[in-house]
């Protein structure tokens, strides 16, 4: 059950890299919906490249999240640093949903952020869980040792 929650937890983030990507081809409009920074906003209509290289950047930050979920679980081959990065990558999936508390306080209710801080929340959770998981048959594996 756990491994299924990373393999849950890899497709979210991979469908956000993607989404990320589908900025750069949908344009300022797309930034704009996707409530990315002013000036990331002036940068797709104005045709530079900060708003590519960022949505590139971040994708790929995201495309790697899965991949070590994919690892983790041994859809792929085991990567470097997997249990280090496994706790980052639900350490931050955590941290950014709950940066939505003091969004909320500061700027009132916005429905994109609250939707974006469940989504990374319940990402995060995955993460965690399948974490756990891995983290306990491996040290199950080397007490059998």
């Not at 290289?53 to 790697?64: D, Y």
């Amino acid at each position: 059950m756990q491994l299924k929650l990373l393999l849950l937890g890899a497709s979210i983030a991979f469908c956000a890299a993607i989404w990320h990507l589908l900025c750069i081809i949908g344009g300022p409009s797309w930034f704009e919906f996707a409530r990315a920074p002013q000036e990331i906003i002036d940068s797709a209509k104005q045709g530079t490249w900060l708003a590519p290289v960022s949505a590139v950047l971040i994708a790929t930050l995201m495309f790697i999240c899965s991949l070590y979920a994919l690892s983790a679980i041994h859809v792929i081959r085991q990567l470097p640093l997997l249990k280090t990065a496994l706790i980052v990558i639900t350490s931050l999936c955590l941290i950014r949903a709950s940066i939505v508390i003091p969004y909320l306080i500061q700027f009132g209710f916005d429905m994109w952020e609250f939707i974006a801080a469940i989504v990374w929340f319940f990402v995060g959770l995955c993460y965690l869980i399948g974490t756990v998981e891995i983290l306990n048959n491996l040290r199950k594996e080397s007490n059998c040792a």
